[in-house]
T-cell receptor, first 116, second 115 residues
Framework: KAGVTQTPRYLIKTRGQQVTLSCSPI?????VSWYQQTPGQGLQFLFE???????NKGNFPGRFSGRQFSNSRSEMNVSTLELGDSALYLC???????????????FGPGTRLTVL | AQSVTQLGSHVSVSEGALVLLRCNYS??????LFWYVQYPNQGLQLLLK??????LVKGINGFEAEFKKSETSFHLTKPSAHMSDAAEYFC?????????????FGTGTRLTVIP
């Protein structure tokens, strides 16, 4: 079974631009979560999508948004980029099965975003 | 509020020596607990997890961790370090409701293995 894939793997943008990152979950998984990893703040939860609906949200400004498509693929968008948005953005997928107390998350390799 | 504390941002051990990475959590309700490993330029890989049941949890690559509720700890150990264990390790908690997929991570511990 193919793992979680993220595209692109590397991205360079300038301040003020916007960016869209893509995540394809493991086949059959319905939940996709996004995390930001920076040297200063570590790993922080951005949001989770399940069945095309945002189910959980972290403490990030509205410039960070996401969506999920009917095939469970997810995109996250960052508008008006700031230097501090430079980070590794990780996507994780899980089955999201109803009634399960916990669904293990499987992480993709990440997209490294550099904002100049 | 959930928080995870990993003591020691860098740990160095000799090859063959015991590995001990420390993790403490704060939560009013015992959360689910995890250890992840991250190799350079890669995503996170789950080493082991504690949800319910036995408090000593065995994971991949010879790692294990023990959930101690009284100490709010979930330290990661391996009896004998290998060169291939050099990586960054993250402790994480999943707060209630347990079905939620928002993990709270510690700041990570970079493990160096000295030949």
């Amino acid at each position: 079974k193919a793992g979680v894939t993220q595209t692109p793997r590397y991205l360079i943008k300038t301040r003020g631009q916007q960016v869209t990152l893509s995540c394809s979950p493991i086949s059959g998984h319905r939940s996709v979560s996004w995390y930001q990893q920076t040297p200063g703040q570590g790993l922080q939860f951005l949001f989770e999508y399940f069945s095309e609906t945002q189910r959980n949200k972290g403490n990030f400004p509205g410039r960070f948004s996401g969506r999920q498509f009917s095939n469970s693929r997810s995109e996250m968008n960052v508008s008006t980029l700031e230097l501090g948005d430079s980070a590794l953005y990780l996507c994780a997928s899980s089955p999201g099965l109803a009634g399960e107390a916990y669904n293990e998350q499987f992480f993709g390799p990440g997209t490294r975003l550099t904002v100049l | 509020a959930q928080s995870v504390t990993q003591l020691g941002s860098h740990v160095s051990v000799s090859e063959g020596a015991l590995v001990l990475l420390r993790c403490n959590y704060s939560s009013s309700v015992p959360p689910y607990l995890f250890w992840y490993v991250q190799y350079p330029n890669q995503g996170l890989q789950l080493l082991l997890k504690y949800t319910t049941g036995a408090t000593l949890v065995k994971g991949i690559n010879g790692f294990e961790a023990e959930f101690k509720k009284s100490e709010t700890s979930f330290h990661l150990t391996k009896p004998s370090a290998h060169m291939s264990d050099a990586a960054e390790y993250f402790c994480a908690v999943a707060p209630p409701p347990r079905g939620a997929n928002n993990l709270f991570f510690g700041t990570g511990t970079r493990l160096t293995v000295i030949p």
